[in-house]
């Protein structure tokens, strides 16, 4: 960045023409790394083996910071910058497709996603990104892109798209004040992006690494998903451009436009043939070491997120200072042909893998397919709706004017989806409405969530009777917290108090590890434990239970682990009762958000009990094999009551029962009390 000529100033730099601004406009080495971020997504979409393909969107964003910065300049050192004709043109590049995108999302959400929280969750998604809040949709709807969960939202990847506009909305003002602080050379320019780059960063590691919440959610979330946190990314190629446009103009004053201008020192031709090539190779090296290194402990975007900006970075830049093979590969016609598709092929590969999942949930490979597959619609797309309109003629009022309705109608559409899927399927409407009824833990916040464990949930989880004989106690996650209502009727019925205390997707152990929704869950399972065993009135009686097939899929000793602590319950004379896990209409693989599943073209409720035992079987076995041998632990089933022999139902005297695919909702849990109170009335006889 040194240079032996006078400072660049503006003047200077305003003596580049239209021919040079013409020929710096596009570069045909970055549509190919165009092409490797959008094969790098959709690779890792598609599940082969690219642990850090995700990190495409990375590439893309300091390919867009460099891209739009150089726009811009270049623009405005011509006179002929409109910010009316710059978002014109991104209202024009990128609206149209989307909007195609999302109207047929939509479509076949209502023919094939579950009118009950599927459909509304896509719909909502819909809305949030032609309104450009996609990511903070996202934020509190889905949540961790990593989870196992995300797979079940179509639209989980306009949350880049939507940073991305974001982007375009606020950076082009931030320029304007740069420009201010650069009138007197480029380094204060350069400075200034420096400066809320290096800030932007700073916010971004402190969030990955922080164990904090903001608005109930994660805060890692919000370094995933918000654009402040992201903007760094941008900057990056940003301070790029800015250098590049003071480079072109140092190399025009050398050209004559400027007299009396003292030249660079031109670098020697093996270093102006090697260099490009080092930077280039060192690049590529750096998407391959980030794949080698990634994995499922690493912290994104925290620090690794480093790794695939320097390495694009690295590639502009070798790409802007000469040639070299590596250049010449990204230029070449398959690179560029992928590159000029990439933002058709990224609206519309995860779209099909979600609902090819959707229809094939057991297929092998059934992603790999849907991914090839989804170039056929984007092909459609860039050829017959992103190139006619890119390149057309049309007057700026009509620009605005048509982005305004067709962003209109994509928010009538979703509104239309809410209310009206549901109605479009015989008793839909109906189970949508029972779905979301409230168990007591989810209601009086006594399923620990998105919060910390604090002592004062003991008296606030404490429901009491008249003259009690003693109390319950209910512990473990979320599927314990789920019979909570109807325990708590079935204690009161025998003349006891419950402490109905459970936290979301903690195992009860002393050692547990933190889960996503709760820090402490050692300190919880700990309370809980000395809280029975150590206290001057113990209980008479502890329910517990968890979601034992998840646990089981990635630890197939489950529940071994709960041993220890029934243990310690039956050392203190306290008798047992454990709840075996109900029946899942789904694995966390297999992209279902509810019991019932399927839109308007294949709605069903009712399953197979071969096929939910197919996949839950093995852990029901190993459930019962493991608790059933610990003394003073009695098992509760209530699979009968769900299951009979031949077919399972969420349904139960033509409700539905279930909050999702695997918890009771207030209507199942109600349903439980009798054989609830059956169950604890005889353990409280056999210890009494």
């Known amino acids: 960045m040194t240079s032996t000529a006078e400072p660049t100033t503006r003047a200077d730099l305003s003596v580049r023409s239209s021919a040079a601004i013409r020929k710096t406009a596009q570069r045909a080495d970055i549509q190919g790394l165009r092409a490797i971020a959008v094969v790098m997504v959709v690779i890792y979409h598609a599940n082969l083996p690219l642990p850090a393909g995700f990190a495409g969107v990375d590439v893309f964003f300091v390919i867009s910071g460099f891209v739009i910065t150089g726009q811009i300049e270049r623009l405005r050192l011509a006179d002929r910058l409109s910010f009316v004709g710059f978002y014109g043109r991104r209202i024009r590049r990128l609206l149209p497709a989307m909007v195609v995108m999302l109207l047929a999302v939509l479509v076949l959400s209502f023919l094939f996603q579950a009118p009950i929280q599927a459909q509304p969750n896509t719909a909502g998604t819909a809305r949030a990104a032609i309104l450009l809040w996609g990511n903070y949709d996202i934020l509190g709807s889905t949540g961790d892109y990593f989870a196992a969960g995300a797979v079940m939202n179509p639209l989980l990847h306009v949350w880049s798209l939507s940073v991305e506009e974001q982007f375009y909305l606020v950076f082009p003002l931030l320029l304007v004040l740069t420009w201010k602080l650069g009138r007197s050379g480029v380094r204060r320019q350069m400075i200034a992006l420096g400066a809320l780059t290096a800030a932007s960063f700073a916010v971004s590691v402190w969030f990955s690494f922080g164990s904090f919440r903001i608005h109930t959610y994660p805060v890692s979330d919000w370094a995933f998903y918000s654009s402040p946190t992201r903007a760094w990314e941008f900057g990056v190629g940003a301070l790029l451009a800015v250098w590049v446009g003071a480079r072109e103009a140092r190399g025009a004053s050398r050209s004559g436009t400027r007299p009396g201008a003292v030249p660079d020192r031109p670098l020697p031709t093996r270093v102006r043939r090697l260099l490009p090539l080092g930077l280039g190779v060192t690049g590529l090296l750096l998407l391959i070491v980030l794949n080698l290194t990634v994995d499922d402990t690493t912290v994104w975007p925290g620090t690794a997120a480093l790794i695939p900006v320097a390495a694009t970075f690295l590639l502009i830049l070798a790409g802007t200072l000469g040639g070299g093979p590596v250049k010449r590969t990204l230029s070449s016609r ?355």
């Open 334 to 688: 398959p690179f560029v042909t992928i590159g000029d598709l990439s933002y058709s092929i990224y609206l519309w590969h995860w779209p099909m893998i979600v609902f090819a999942n959707l229809l094939w949930p057991q297929q092998a490979h059934v992603a790999v397919y849907a991914a090839v597959f989804s170039l056929v619609p984007a092909y459609l797309s860039y050829r017959f709706v992103e190139e006619p309109l890119r390149h057309g003629t049309i007057r700026m009022p009509r620009v605005y004017l048509g982005g305004a309705v067709t962003a209109g109608l994509v928010v009538v559409a979703t509104v239309t989806l809410q209310v009206a899927g549901p109605w479009a399927i015989p008793n839909a409407a109906a189970y949508a409405g029972q779905v979301g009824e409230l168990t007591y833990g989810r209601e009086n916040g006594c399923l620990v969530r998105n919060r910390a464990f604090e002592q004062a949930d003991f008296a606030k989880c404490t429901t009491t009777v008249a003259n009690a004989k003693g109390w319950i106690m209910l512990a473990g996650d979320s599927h314990a917290e789920a019979i909570s209502t109807g325990l708590i009727q079935a204690d009161r019925e025998l003349g006891y108090s419950t402490m109905a205390l459970t936290g979301a997707s903690c195992p009860f152990m002393r050692d547990a590890q933190p889960s996503r929704e709760v820090s402490n869950c050692g300190e919880l399972a700990s309370a809980l434990l000395d809280r029975a065993t150590k206290g001057d009135d113990p209980p008479a009686a502890v329910v517990i239970g968890e979601w034992a097939l998840a646990r089981y899929q990635v630890d197939g000793k489950w529940p071994a682990q709960l041993v220890p602590a029934l243990k310690e319950f039956v050392a203190a004379g306290i008798p047992v009762i454990y709840v075996m896990d109900e029946p899942n209409y789904a694995t966390q693989a297999m992209n279902r958000q509810t019991a019932c599943s399927g839109g308007y073209a294949n709605f069903v409720c009712d399953k197979s009990e071969q096929a939910v035992l197919d996949y839950q079987g093995k852990s029901r076995q190993q459930e019962f094999d493991v608790i059933s041998q610990v003394p003073g632990v009695t098992v509760f089933d209530s699979w009968d009551r769900l299951c009979d022999g031949t077919t399972c139902s969420p349904l139960i005297d033509g409700q539905l029962a279930y909050w999702d695919f695997n918890h009771l909702n207030r209507i199942g849990s109600v349903a439980m009390t009798d054989d609830l109170k059956q169950a604890v009335g005889d353990v409280l006889k056999q210890n009494s």
